[in-house]
């Protein structure tokens, strides 16, 4: 006999999971496309403006520093599948973590979203589930 309360559990744990998963992936796509009409606002009208895409990062828990650009949606997306999920669990989603929003980042405080985001885990298990949404 099938224990429904077992197994409606697992779809629900399961469900809840991958919309928190996608909602990562769909927050990346989106700050990417708004920095870049920062980047082409700014270019446009001449105002001087830095990209949160420029400089190095230096990934939590390692010595490692990669260039900000390589954590652009509009970079990742073109790697093989395998290569890409690496990529967003060792590097993008760490970045993501760190990054400071609004003004509390800009004065050297933690933002709401860094909080938040504080016990956040990417957990997709296939390079073929990021590669799917990867090809918007």
Not at 16 to 22: G, L, S, W
Not at 97 to 103: I, N
Request: charged share 25%.
């Amino acid at each position: 006999m099938i224990n429904s309360g077992k197994l409606l559990g697992r779809w629900y744990c399961q469900s809840i999971n991958a919309i928190e998963q996608i909602t990562y992936l769909i927050f990346r796509k989106r700050l990417d496309d708004l920095e870049a009409k920062r980047e082409r606002d700014a270019a446009f009208t001449g105002e001087k403006y830095t990209s949160r895409f420029k400089g190095k990062y230096k990934v939590t828990g390692s010595n490692e520093e990669v260039d900000k650009n390589e954590l652009r949606w509009s970079v990742f997306k073109h790697k093989p599948a395998d290569e890409m999920l690496l990529h967003v669990q060792m590097k993008v989603f760490l970045f993501l973590k760190d990054l400071p929003t609004g003004q509390a980042g800009l004065n050297g405080e933690t933002s709401p979203f860094t909080k938040h985001m504080a016990n956040a885990v990417f957990i997709m298990p296939k390079a073929s589930l990021l590669f799917r949404p990867s090809t918007l």
